[in-house]
């Protein structure tokens, strides 16, 4: 892996170089193994949270940790074009528009001891301008090469605050050209529904059962690249103890191993369909 500017990878891209990088300011890493019609992106993956803020923020590592996605980019981290946040959603959000990527409160909990000044904020939301900059150029040379493209947008979720039986996988399709797109998101939850779990974890997969797939990230590819489906894909956090902090790697690995067969076949699939 590399350490580069936001310009050198924008470069790489244009020039179609293979490669492994986090940004120079460590806040994201992407790594292009071969150039392929899809892209699986981990917007919520990371933890930093950095050292200048601490003082200031109200929640606690842990309750930092619990809103986080941990493991999602680990879900595809063998695929060849993965992007993922290195950064915790609590300093900036990824998958919220600039204006609002900045918490004041979070999850019913003000953030911080006092408003972020001027200096904090300028510093966050250009790691978020970075981070679609380059987004913006993977996308353009995707579309350009392959015309159509799907982006398998991972998260996770908490199952405990809900009040009744929710699905291990849920794709939010509100935002997405449902009409056009329709048989690939059904495909794409079915092959999901047929995850082999270990410790008797039946799987279940619906489509806007938790969240609706608002995500800003998914908006931008939608609203900027006509050809690209973005598919919001939800894991329920059955693979970790939320409350005791605890990662189940067996679970993860199950998930992983599954997902390069999995998001390979519908990738080649949409890809047959759209082209």
Known sequence: MERLTVSEIIQKIAS????????????????????????????HDGHQFRKELWENCLHTEYERWFEED????EFVKTHPIVIAGC?????????????????????????WKEPLGPRHRKQSLAKH?????????????????FTAVVVYDMHSYNWRRWEREVPVINLGTTNIDNDRFGNAIASWRDSLAELHLPN??????????????????????????????????????????????????????????QLQKKVKEHATSFYNTFK
Request: hydrophobic letters at 35%; glycine letters at 4%.
């Open 200 to 257: 008797a974890i039946e799987t279940t997969a619906g489509i806007n059962d938790t969240f609706q797939g608002n995500g800003y990230f998914l908006k931008y590819i939608t609203q900027n690249f006509q050809n690209t489906l973005v598919l919001a894909t939800e894991v329920k956090k059955i693979y970790c103890d939320e409350l005791r902090k605890i990662i189940y790697p067996e679970v993860v690995n199950a998930i992983e191993q």
């Open 16 to 43: 179609e170089s293979t490669f492994e990088a986090v940004a120079d300011d460590y806040s994201f890493t992407i790594k292009i193994d071969s150039y392929v019609p899809y892209v699986c992106g981990a917007v």
């Open 70 to 73: 941990p493991c999602t980019k």
């Open 87 to 111: 950064d915790s959603r609590f300093e900036y959000d990824l998958n919220r528009d600039p204006d609002n990527a900045i918490y004041d409160d979070a999850w019913g909990k003000k953030l």
């Open 129 to 145: 301008a970075a981070f679609y900059s380059v987004v913006r150029a993977l996308m353009q040379k995707l579309e350009e090469k």
